[in-house]
């Protein structure tokens, strides 16, 4: 029992320990005879630089790649694919790396080439789990054919690009010497023209001394004008005698216009006063010409009127004709019949009342009341007669007197009528209205005569007033005149005095002048020069400016070709100049420990199985000729070497942690590492169960050194080609391996391996419970030939 437990134990340890020591001398493995296989993408857009020049940068950088040797011994495979299959074979382990060239990437090498720009174009690398350390040389690959493809290319653009620049400097510079000439031609000019100046002001000068001696001829002219001057003081003595004639000529003027000033006063007073009744006048015409237009209206209504009352008459007269008195005669027949007729009604009642009295016996009450009415009617009875017989004769007193007095009103009306014929109507009345319109229309006439003579009075009045201030001033200048002729007098002696005095000071002035005008002609010749002089100066000058300005611009253009760069600029672009091409590195090479990983744990899981498998030993005869089934016979028999393989796988995913290994899925890694030991345990136990034990350790060594060659860690997956390119996805070292990447680097897809090593499992089941199987069959024949022969 002690030896089956440390069996056990030695079966549980063997596939750490191996795996331990083959992934610590992983880490010093040498892969360099490998190749690794890398994906290039192309985005890149052909650029084209300022003068017509294309870089197509990506395609360059390709073809450069493409014939580049591998360096260090790492055969370097670049296949040129699309981005979709550059991925796709990325996360498949298919292509350790994939190079994209992005679509600026030549437009970046044109800018540098130009000077726009001084970052260099960058291409991405992105490396794949799977990849190793040797996916370095793909980084060391770009960098050294970006420096052959594009270093001279950028070194000679950048000289040529500074020598252009010189030149521009060059031609600058000489047109900066060309202005400074220019300033040196203007200042000759101005020179020149100060010269001119000197000279003028040398003229100016002897102008002067010209001007001094004409001084002293205008002192001779001064004598010749005191001479000329006497003749005039005898005209002044002349003068003064007329001037006293002249005074008293203007004493009898002053005389005459005080008096036509007094009549001037006079008359304007008399002018005022008339305006003022002229005034009065016109209002007072105004309003009598109204009154005659009033009159002449009302005369026309009266006549109207006196017509209508005529015309009425007459209709009255007519009228008084027709009207009948008799009628009031019988009114008084009438009413005298009324009264008979109410003494009748008085007597019917009284007889009622007799009638009431009989009705006594009857009813008191009724009869009382009927007595009373009877009485009151027989009252009002007598009343109403006593009435009617009064005003029967009333009645006939009035109509009396009415025809009476319509006789009287019919003749007066006759005789008013006949008094309006003779004087108030039909010519008269036509005489009377035509006398009132005459009338009203003289009055009118005279209104307007006396409105035109009160216009006219103002201008009237105005013209008295200017005669009289008229009168005033020549009354006042005359006696201005008669006081100026004395003075006039006076002064005629005093002129006699100072023309002597003039003519002295007209002779000193009549010299000077002459010899000033003369030199002042040539002080102003002397001017005029020295105007010119002071133009070409100002030439001078201005040419000087434009020069200089022309200096100037010239040398600032000068200064803008001159490259200026910072001490940070310049060091990018030296960088830039000697690195072209940068490389954007994504991703994270694995280490050997993870790189061998999945082919030690392969290795290990084969070897320890088979181990486990041999340590359990087979099955005995007696197990064979049980009554189990064989299908129960052949789980008897792996059980034990299941539970060993299992712990095994978890001890070896222990060991990948202790070693430093850290797997994409770690619970991935255990899962996998205990199914891959379960897997193998039954497929060796299926070659020793058809080949025995000696013949199952020989068919298991053979199998796994033929797939080694198909481990990734030995070749890489793309490399191998021919039946093991082929068979490798179907065979179960090279499934387990692929199973394991993806569980410890997570490259590529475990489904396939995972049903490959299925189908490997079953396939061994199947064929350990066939050979269990065909054991007991040679069993049973091996018994009966015993029994046979004894």
Request: some cysteine.
């Amino acid at each position: 029992m002690r030896k089956h437990r440390i069996l056990y134990a030695f079966l549980l340890l063997l596939p750490a320990v191996l795996s331990l020591a083959a992934l610590a001398g992983a880490d010093n493995a040498d892969g360099g005879a490998s190749r690794v296989r890398a994906a290039i993408v192309n985005d890149d857009q052909i650029a084209t630089t300022a003068d017509g020049t294309q870089i197509p940068g990506g395609r360059q950088i390709i073809a450069e790649l493409t014939k580049d040797p591998a360096p260090a011994g790492a055969s370097l495979t670049w296949e040129v694919v699309s981005a979709q299959s550059a991925q796709s074979g990325l996360d498949d382990g298919a292509y350790q790396a994939v190079v994209t060239i992005p679509a600026d990437f030549s437009q970046g090498l044109a800018s540098v080439i130009e000077g726009e720009s001084t970052a260099a174009p960058v291409v991405t690398v992105r490396t794949g789990n799977g990849a190793d350390a040797r996916a370095g040389a793909i980084n060391e690959a770009l960098v050294r054919a970006a420096g052959t493809q594009f270093g001279g290319t950028l070194t000679i653009a950048y000289i040529s690009r500074a020598m252009t620049g010189l030149s521009q400097v060059s031609d600058s510079l000489s047109a900066a010497a060309d202005g400074a000439r220019k300033v040196a031609d203007g200042q000759g000019e101005a020179m020149s023209g100060a010269a001119q100046l000197a000279s003028a002001a040398g003229q100016l000068d002897s102008g002067l001394g010209q001007l001094a001696s004409g001084a002293g001829q205008l002192d001779s002219g001064a004598h010749q004008l005191s001479a000329n001057t006497a003749a005039a003081s005898a005209g002044a003595g002349q003068l003064a005698s007329g001037t006293a004639q002249l005074e008293g000529g203007l004493g009898a003027l002053d005389s005459g216009a005080n008096d036509l000033s007094g009549g001037a006063a006079r008359l304007d007073a008399g002018i005022t006063a008339y305006v003022q009744g002229a005034g009065a006048l016109d209002a007072n015409g105004q309003t009598l010409a109204s009154g005659a237009q009033s009159l002449a209206g009302s005369i026309d209504s009266y006549i109207a009127g006196v017509a209508g009352v005529h015309a009425g008459i007459g209709q009255i007269r007519g009228q008084l004709g027709q009207f009948d008195t008799s009628g009031l005669a019988g009114m008084q027949t009438q009413l005298q019949g009324a009264a008979a007729g109410a003494g009748t009604l008085a007597e019917g009642a009284s007889q009622i009342e007799g009638l009431v009295g009989a009705c006594q016996a009857g009813s008191a009450e009724a009869c009382a009341g009927i007595t009373a009415a009877a009485q009151q009617l027989n009252q009002g009875a007598a009343g109403l007669r006593s009435q009617l017989e009064s005003g029967a004769s009333q009645v006939g007193g009035a109509a009396a007197q009415l025809g009476g007095g319509l006789a009287q009103l019919d003749g007066g009306l006759e005789q008013l009528s006949s008094g309006m014929d003779a004087g108030l109507v039909g010519s008269s009345a036509d005489q009377l209205s035509a006398g009132a319109h005459a009338l009203a229309e003289g009055v009118g006439q005279m209104a307007s005569g006396l409105s035109a003579l009160n216009s006219a009075s103002p201008a009237l009045s105005d013209a008295s007033a200017r005669v009289a201030q008229g009168s005033t001033a020549l009354s006042g200048a005359a006696a201005s005149a008669s006081s100026a002729s004395t003075s006039l007098s006076a002064g005629a002696a005093e002129l006699a005095s100072g023309t002597g005095q003039l003519a002295a000071g007209a002779e000193d002035l009549s010299g000077a002048t002459g010899v000033l005008a003369a030199g002042s002609s040539e002080l102003a010749q002397g001017g005029g020069r020295m105007s010119g002089a002071a133009a070409q100066l100002g030439q001078g000058l201005g040419q000087l400016q434009s020069g200089a300005d022309s200096l100037a611009d010239q040398l600032g253009a000068a200064a803008q070709q001159v490259p200026s760069y910072t001490q940070d600029q310049a060091d990018e672009s030296a960088r830039a100049i000697g690195a072209p091409v940068g490389v954007d590195a994504s991703g994270q090479a694995a280490d050997a420990q993870a790189l061998w990983a999945p082919t030690v744990v392969a290795l290990v899981a084969w070897v320890g199985a088979l181990v486990g498998v041999v340590g359990a030993g087979a099955l005995s005869s007696r197990s064979i000729d049980s009554p189990s089934s064989p299908a129960q016979l052949a789980w008897a028999s792996l059980s034990k070497p299941l539970v060993v393989s299992v712990l095994a796988g978890g001890a070896v995913a222990g060991v990948l942690a202790l070693a430093g290994v850290v797997p994409t899925h770690p619970l991935g890694a255990v899962v996998v590492a205990t199914g891959v030991f379960a897997a193998f345990t039954v497929v060796n136990q299926a070659l020793i169960g058809v080949f025995g034990r000696n013949g199952g350790l020989i068919a298991s060594g053979a199998g796994a050194l033929a797939q080694i060659t198909t481990l990734s860690a030995v070749a890489p997956p793309d490399s191998l080609g021919g039946a093991f390119g082929a068979l490798r996805p179907i065979m179960p070292l090279s499934a387990a391996d692929t199973v394991m990447r993806w569980a410890v680097l997570g490259v590529g897809s475990p489904t396939r391996a995972s049903w490959a090593l299925a189908l490997w499992t079953g396939a061994s089941l199947l064929v350990v419970v066939a050979a269990i199987a065909k054991r007991r069959r040679t069993s049973l024949a091996e018994l009966r030939v015993e029994a046979a022969v004894a």
